[in-house]
């Protein structure tokens, strides 16, 4: 996993999706418009947490390099560095790999 170039704000956490499945359990190669998009992923990247009324931060439960479950639309698809990125907000993830 690179170091990327890119800070999220508050309580997003940026994931670098899993790549699609390209063959189903019976063998069947799929074409690129067939594959269903990830809903998992790497984190490479996390905010500092949501700004609270107290004035601190809330901490993340979620930490670079765990592998998240999140929604399958959730989230903005951005390149970053040539490479596919989905940046969420902690809420968006569903669950984490352990």
């Known amino acids: ?7 999220p704000l508050d309580d997003r956490v940026v994931v670098q999706p899993s790549e699609a499945e390209e063959t189903t359990a019976g063998g069947i190669v ?6 269903e998009k990830p809903q998992r992923g790497t984190v490479v990247a996390v905010g500092p947490g949501r700004l609270l009324d107290s004035g601190s931060r809330g901490e993340l439960d ?10 399958k639309y959730g989230g ?5 560095d040539g490479q ?3 940046i969420l ?3 968006d993830i569903l669950a984490k790999l352990l």
């Open 76 to 80: 903005s698809e951005v390149e970053v």
């Open 84 to 86: 596919e990125m989905k």
């Open 62 to 71: 979620i930490a670079v390099g765990d592998t998240v479950i999140y929604g």
């Open 89 to 91: 907000r902690e809420s």
């Open 1 to 7: 996993m690179a170091k990327i170039n890119l800070r």
């Open 30 to 35: 799929l074409p690129d418009a067939a594959r």
